[in-house]
């Protein structure tokens, strides 16, 4: 069955950098994207970008341009996002999910991961 | 970019109901359109894409409509474990946008 189990909680001062895994079991990792959704506390969700695995061709909200890359290990069936210059507005949970390449729906999700941006 | 407004942001009904739940996109995304559901401490869970077609497993009491830029989520007769927040999301254009959401709470 198709399991997306990212890395664990991560605190981090303001400034750092964090880089958060998601490991794809079940599927073939090359034929799907990998994208990012992010929830703030109490709030919705935000589209963060998402990665071709195939050609490793990227789309990052321009929100975050520059403060984000996103990367992926055929090797190990893992895709990372690493994120740098945190703030504290940048406190949330994570999510990877799997993108369908036609529609680019996102059928199915890690568990998330806590990332806290404290000093 | 394009924006993606929920209607309306939270609403109260029974068990058994019909629930009605709008998302209308800033401009033509075609059928571009997908419904998540969401429960507290949970990751989203993906029901509807291409506007109107339902993912394998979930229940047929779900269904999506669209027309033009407006797009519609029906839960035909709301059960217990339908009491969650929904999301609607373009993926026509990147960034693909979620619309702010619509809670559904017990009345």
């Known amino acids: 069955q198709v399991q997306l189990v990212q890395s664990g909680a991560e605190v981090k001062k303001p400034g750092a950098s964090v880089k958060v895994s998601c490991k794809a079991s079940g599927y073939t990792f090359t034929r799907y994207g990998i994208t990012w959704v992010r929830q703030a506390p109490g709030q919705g969700l935000e589209w963060m970008g998402w990665i071709r695995i195939y050609n490793g061709n990227t789309d990052y909200a321009q929100k975050f341009q520059g403060r984000i890359t996103m990367t992926a290990d055929t090797s190990t069936n893992t895709a990372y996002v690493e994120f740098r210059s945190l703030r504290s507005d940048d406190t949330a949970v994570y999510y990877c999910?799997?993108?369908?390449?036609?529609?680019?729906?996102?059928?199915?999700w890690g568990q998330g991961t806590l990332v806290t941006v404290s000093s | 970019d394009i924006q993606m407004t929920q209607s309306p942001s939270s609403l109260s009904a029974s068990v058994g109901d019909r629930v009605t739940i709008t998302c209308r996109a800033s401009?033509?995304?075609?059928?571009?359109l997908n419904w998540y559901q969401q429960k507290p401490g949970e990751a989203p869970k993906f029901l509807i894409y291409a506007a109107s077609s339902l993912q394998s497993g979930v229940p047929a009491r779900f269904s999506g409509s669209e027309s033009e830029t407006d797009f519609t989520l029906t839960i035909s007769s709301l059960q217990p474990e339908d009491f969650a927040t929904y999301y609607c999301?373009?993926?026509?254009?990147?960034?693909?946008?979620f619309g702010q959401g619509t809670k559904i709470e017990i009345k």
């Open positions: 999910a799997r993108g369908e390449s036609n529609y680019a729906y996102l059928d199915y």
């Open positions: 401009q033509n995304i075609v059928s571009y």
């Open positions: 999301q373009q993926s026509y254009s990147a960034p693909y946008t």
